[in-house]
Structure formats: structure tokens, C-alpha cells
């Protein structure tokens, strides 16, 4: 569902913009420090209702104001769009509001407005701990899946207890027994849909990463968080005394995790940053094309293009955002680096940022 209008009040440096982005591709162009990642924190707080740049949402509400607000029209295919908007109080309070309904939770959002980010930080799925990349395992899982979020709800819910149990000590192996029921058949539940995702995203990302560069070779392995020839109760009732003795439960779908693996070896210690940049874009990609395949158009922002990739680089990944047919958010410094030849059908705006201040720029107005 693209974002048919954006109204941003007091994110970062943002105290009022308000624009109409193309449903295809918008540039965003603009000195540093002038706004531009703030304007794609505040669509990524509409649909996640967190930042993608801390977790401490004092830091995005403007100085010396007491909240933010992200509003949207949502496009429908049929009927009008549906306004959506996102309120964040200083005191941590969050608002979220559908069709002037108050929501219960974040997650219809989520649910209305897929959104996925490729930006520096992206590393961080290659780097980061096996959480990072559970994550983006589970976000799709999540879209693709509609079971998967209440069964994950629960499992997290008796993992907890169990982990409080186990904290506490004093437990015997008989007396955790009794609560591993749950736990075996919620983990079980979450654990085929991530691994039926996992298969179901592989071809997509092999593709995706040979448009942008056919010589990367790399493969994906899930690893389940125990040993795969065993069920989920076997591992969990022969890791039972040594749970015991560590006071958590250690093995079963909470260390699940996605191997990236190139030729010679681990992706991390193989490739190049650019490289990285690529087969992370690539995954995102394919993420989002699986999706747009099942029928749910999706946001792709895209911050600080030229980061880390070359002209060719920088020319496949416009190619292939592009062919996606949804809705791309692009910022860069300069216009040199997304100076991409979009295609004649393609509705492309140009922004320019200046100050917390956007407008259409002279380019966009040409065009449009
Ligand atoms: N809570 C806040 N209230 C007001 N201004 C803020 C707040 N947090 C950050 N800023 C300022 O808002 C601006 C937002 O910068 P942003 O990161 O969006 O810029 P950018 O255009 O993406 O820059 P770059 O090209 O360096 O990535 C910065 O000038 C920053 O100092
Ligand atoms: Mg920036």
C-alpha cells in the first residue's frame, strides 16, 4: 500500500514537511545534516513504531517539543486510502490510529505498511548476533505467514516463564516437564514456518544477488537453533539438567539463526564491504519481492545510495528497485550519485532537502 501523502510534524529536525511522493520513486537530495534520514525514520516509525537509528525515542522527537506525529494516506486498490497516523509522547506514550480507530497495537501497522530499509547500517545483518538476523527472518515470516505471529507470541510467552523458572533454581527436571508442553509445540509451530520461509526466500535471493552481480557466490543455510536431525522435544528434554545448570534454557528456536556463506567461506570474512552491501541489499530485496509476488505492494527506503557501492553498483540496484514496481524512497547527498537513467513510464520526484525544509525540486517539477 504506498504512501499517497506524508505529513511529519517534529521528527529530528523536521517541525512540519508535507508532501505527495510519487507511488514509484522519490530522491531525496540534500546537504548532511539537513533531514533527509529523518524524513525515512518517520515513514520506517509508521510502520515498525520504532526507529531504525536508536531505541531511545527521545532522540527523534524534536528538541523542546512534548511529542512527534507521522500521518499517512494509505492507498487502496479499491476505495479511498486509508489514513493511518502514529503520535510518540515524550513520556514514552505511543498513539497509533487506522482510520481514526485507535489501534491496539503497532502491529496493524506493520500488518498495513511492509516496510524495508537498506541503508549503511546494513551490515549489521552479516555482523550482527544471530538476534539481528532472526529478525529479518521473522519480519517476513511475519507478512507471509499469518499464523506465525500468534504462535511466536506464545512460544516467546513460555519461554519466558520457563527461563524465570529456570533463573530462580531449585527446579527438578520432572517439575520443568510439566511447562515444556507449550513450549515444544508453539517452538515446533515457529520453527517450520520460519524454515518453510527460508526455502521459499532462497531462489528469490540467488536471483536478486546475480542481477546485481553475477560473480558473488552465496548461499543461505538456516540453522534451527538445535541439532536438525532431532525433534524439538528431543533436544529440549536431553538439554533439560544442563538448562538446570546454567539457569536458561539453551538450545531450541530462540538461537536459531541464518548462515551466510560465500565460496571460501564466511560472508563476513570474505567479502568485500560493497560486496556486503550487495548481498544484504539482495536479501532485503528478495524479501520484498516475495512479498509484492503474494499480492502486498511495499515501501523500499533506500538511505545514503551511494554508500559503499560503485556507479555500476549503484546503477543495478536503481534497475532493480525499479522493476519491483513499489514505492522507493532514495536519499543521497548529491544528484551525480542518483543520476540513474529511470525508465520514461517510471513516475520519478526529485526532492530537495534543505534545512528540515522539503520541496520539490526543479528536476521533479521539469518532469512532472
Ligand atoms: N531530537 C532532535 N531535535 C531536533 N533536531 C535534531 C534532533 N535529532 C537530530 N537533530 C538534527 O536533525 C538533523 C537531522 O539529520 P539527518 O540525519 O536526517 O540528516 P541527513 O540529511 O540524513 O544527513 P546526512 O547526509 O549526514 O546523513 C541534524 O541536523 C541533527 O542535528
Ligand atoms: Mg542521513
Not at 529523518?38 to 520506517?44: M, P, Q, T
Not at 486509508?82 to 503497532?106: F, K, M, N, T, W
Not at 530499509?117 to 517476513?140: H, K, M, T, Y
Not at 539453551?250 to 552491501?277: C, F, I, M, N
Request: aromatic share 8%; charged share 25%.
Amino acid at each position: 500500500m504506498p504512501l499517497v501523502c506524508l505529513d511529519i510534524s517534529h521528527v529530528r529536525n523536521l517541525s512540519s514537511v508535507r508532501f505527495e511522493p510519487s507511488p514509484q520513486v522519490n530522491v531525496i537530495i540534500g546537504e548532511n545534516g539537513s533531514g533527509k534520514t529523518s524524513v525515512l525514520e518517520a515513514i520506517h516509525l509508521l510502520s515498525f513504531g520504532r526507529s531504525f537509528r536508536s531505541h531511545k525515542h527521545k532522540t527523534y522527537i524534536q528538541h523542546e517539543t512534548e511529542h512527534c506525529l507521522v500521518f499517512a494516506q494509505l492507498h487502496q486498490d479499491q476505495g479511498n486510502p486509508v489514513p493511518v497516523g502514529l503520535q510518540r509522547h515524550r513520556d514514552g506514550q505511543i498513539e497509533v490510529r487506522i482510520q481514526g480507530q485507535r489501534a491496539q497495537s503497532v502491529v496493524e501497522l506493520a500488518e498495513r505498511l511492509p516496510v524495508q530499509l537498506i541503508n549503511p547500517d546494513a551490515f549489521r545483518l552479516l555482523e550482527g548476533s544471530p538476534s539481528v538476523r532472526r529478525q529479518f527472518i521473522d519480519w517476513g515470516v511475519f507478512h507471509f505467514d499469518s499464523e506465525f505471529i500468534r504462535a511466536w507470541r506464545g512460544w516467546q510467552k513460555a519461554l519466558k516463564q520457563r527461563n524465570t523458572l529456570l533463573r530462580r533454581g531449585k527446579i527438578s527436571a520432572s517439575l520443568l516437564a510439566a511447562f515444556d508442553q507449550e513450549l515444544i509445540r508453539l517452538g515446533e509451530q515457529v520453527n517450520t514456518s520460519r524454515k518453510a520461509y527460508v526455502e521459499r526466500l532462497t531462489p528469490y535471493f540467488l536471483k536478486v544477488l546475480s542481477l546485481l552481480n553475477e560473480d558473488l557466490k552465496v548461499s543461505l543455510q538456516f540453522f534451527q537453533g538445535w541439532d536438525s536431525q532431532k525433534s524439538l522435544e528431543a533436544a529440549v528434554v536431553a538439554g533439560r539438567e544442563r538448562d538446570i545448570e546454567l539457569g536458561y534454557t539453551h538450545t531450541g528456536p530462540q538461537r536459531a539463526d541464518l548462515r551466510v556463506k560465500a565460496e571460501t567461506g564466511d560472508a563476513l570474512d570474505t567479502l568485500s564491504r560493497g560486496q556486503q552491501k550487495l548481498v544484504v541489499s539482495a536479501l532485503k530485496i528478495a524479501q520484498g519481492q516475495l512479498l509484492i509476488d503474494m499480492g502486498r505492494p511495499l515501501v523500499f527506503l533506500v538511505d545514503d545510495l551511494p554508500a559503499e557501492l560503485d556507479a555500476n553498483h549503484r546503477q543495478k540496484l536503481c534497475r532493480l528497485l525499479e522493476s519491483l514496481e513499489s514505492q522507493i524512497f532514495i536519499t543521497s547527498v548529491g544528484p551525480d550519485t542518483t543520476d540513474f537513467a529511470w525508465a520514461d513510464t517510471t513516475d520519478v520526484r526529485h526532492f530537495s532537502m534543505n534545512n528540515g525544509e522539503l520541496s520539490l525540486s526543479s528536476k521533479g517539477l521539469q518532469e512532472s
